[in-house]
């Protein structure tokens, strides 16, 4: 795992390079994926073809598309798995990576992430929104979800998101850190499995109460230069109180942390503390950069009518503007 821009720790902001320092005290990385325009395809377990969801090996299921070990639309072509049968891949894809590119579709498509589709478009009843990565082209805005300041020179618009399922997010960054897991792992997490297999989501064996995600959003000017997939593991000296595992994902100017839910060395009968791990933009410019939301992600019941307020800056003065904040 890698977190300096240099050489020389110096470079770092000293308040989250010493927050840092004390979550890798208790955490040890396991699993370390960062993704660019330069990276190499590789294939986790290659050329092994037993599904790590169904158990089922080939021939008796087959293996014949690739399956991308971080959803393709957040930007990964480059890192696959060969331990994901076709049926798995498909059945996920509906029931997990769909509900996630809803509750990202609007932020990825004002932040420009270029999807396996390239630039996601987004429309609704009340507006369309086109993105070039640079340029965002929003029409048919109603002139109640507008707010211009002329002193400040900031355009707000409050936009509604597409449906989603908060359970279903939630799974599908669990369903990546599974997946990105090391072999000698996965026996601690056949719950987790079980788990993520359930189709009808909430009703299955496993009653999860509380599925906390730490969800950071940065201005579009602040942005991380890879995909990055991070796994933590707690050694056995760490706290029973904070989780065995937990995944950090950070692409554009997003960030997403969750524990891995369900591990058997976990007391499940103990409320977990999660704590937060310090991502590239912190070490470079220090807290407050990114904006830290925690949001409780158990529910089954489809989520509609979200709005999100986003607010642009008239940088130049020509009423062209950028977008500085999104909440």
Aim: charged share 25%; glycine share 6%.
């Amino acid at each position: 795992m890698y977190y300096n821009y240099s050489d020389n720790s110096t470079d770092m902001n000293k308040e989250a390079l010493y927050g840092l320092n004390e979550i890798m005290k208790v955490y040890n990385s396991v699993a370390s994926y960062h993704i660019n325009d330069a990276s190499i395809k590789q294939t986790l377990g290659k050329g092994i073809f037993v599904c790590r969801y169904c158990g089922k090996a080939k021939p008796e299921v087959s293996f014949k598309s690739k399956a991308h070990a971080i959803p393709h639309f957040l930007g990964n072509n480059v890192l696959f798995t060969d331990r994901e049968c076709d049926s798995c891949n498909g059945k996920f894809g509906r029931m997990l990576e769909n509900h996630f590119a809803g509750f990202m579709h609007l932020e990825h498509t004002i932040s420009g992430v270029r999807g396996k589709k390239g630039y996601p478009k987004f429309k609704s009843n009340d507006a369309i929104i086109e993105t070039t990565g640079s340029f965002v082209d929003w029409k048919d805005i109603p002139d109640e979800n507008l707010d211009y300041n002329p002193t400040t020179k900031t355009l707000k618009i409050k936009q509604k998101m597409p449906t989603f399922i908060p359970l279903a997010v939630f799974k599908c960054l669990v369903k990546i850190a599974v997946t990105i897991m090391p072999e000698e792992d996965i026996p601690d997490f056949q719950d987790t499995i079980a788990w993520l297999n359930e189709e009808n989501h909430g009703s299955g064996n496993f009653n999860l109460k509380r599925l906390w995600l730490v969800h950071g959003k940065s201005s579009t000017i602040d942005r991380f230069a890879e995909l990055s997939a991070i796994l933590v593991k707690k050694n056995v000296t760490g706290p029973a109180d904070m989780p065995s595992m937990m995944l950090r994902l950070t692409y554009s100017n997003f960030l997403f942390q969750v524990p891995i839910p369900l591990c058997k060395k976990d007391n499940s009968s103990l409320k977990m503390n999660i704590p937060y791990i310090p991502s590239l933009l912190d070490l470079e410019h220090g807290f407050g950069r990114m904006k830290l939301t925690l949001m409780d992600m158990h529910s089954p019941e489809p989520f509609k009518g979200a709005e999100i307020d986003f607010t642009f800056n008239d940088l130049d003065g020509t009423s062209t503007y950028e977008i500085v904040d999104a909440s």
